[in-house]
């Protein structure tokens, strides 16, 4: 999974106290969670560090949990909440090199899932692009959220759209 020393992994006890130390500005910090407020996973919540060089310098959580139900029908899905890239690093591609690794860590760590499924906020334009480029659809659903109207993103897992899981 290395991709110039980027890699996806599940997190760890040696990851937490650099998670804890993560900034983002408040333009940022409005659309997502910071690692510290949201490292206690509960069941269903698989809390992913995008390292370099295996220092953590990105975060997001998979999920199972019955929230995946609002966004989609698919009981293959997983639900992607809280990525936020520590501002000291952002502007290195790191988000996008994170993202370009999900579909290996998927099939490695949850060959169950089909699609992974998330809601961004309409005036979140550089996450939109993001994900747009990391593969992920538009699906034309709307949901509000605490901010204001998000859309529903869609991510479709290759091998599965092939064999029709």
């Known amino acids: 999974m290395n991709k110039k020393n980027i890699d996806l992994q599940k997190l760890r006890p040696e990851h937490i106290e650099a998670l ?6 408040e333009e940022q910090e409005q659309f997502t969670a910071l690692p510290k407020d949201v490292l206690e996973a509960g069941e269903g919540q ?4 995008i390292t370099k060089e295996d220092h953590p310098v990105g975060f997001f959580i998979l999920h199972t949990t019955e929230r995946v139900k609002e966004f989609t029908e698919n009981p293959k899905a997983m639900l992607l909440t809280a990525l936020s890239i ?3 690093q952002q502007g290195k591609g790191y988000a996008g090199k994170g993202m370009a690794l999900l579909q290996p860590l998927l099939k490695k760590e949850f060959p169950h899932c089909s699609e992974v499924v998330l809601a961004v906020n309409r005036r979140n334009i550089a996450a ?16 509000m959220g605490k901010i204001g109207e998000q859309y529903i993103y869609s991510y479709l897992i290759e091998d599965c759209v092939k064999a029709k899981c």
Do not use: M
């Open 20 to 25: 804890r130390s993560f900034t983002l500005p």
């Open 46 to 49: 698989f809390p992913i560090v």
């Open 86 to 88: 520590n501002f000291s």
């Open 128 to 143: 939109q692009k993001l994900y747009g480029k990391a593969g992920f659809q538009d699906t034309g659903r709307k949901k």
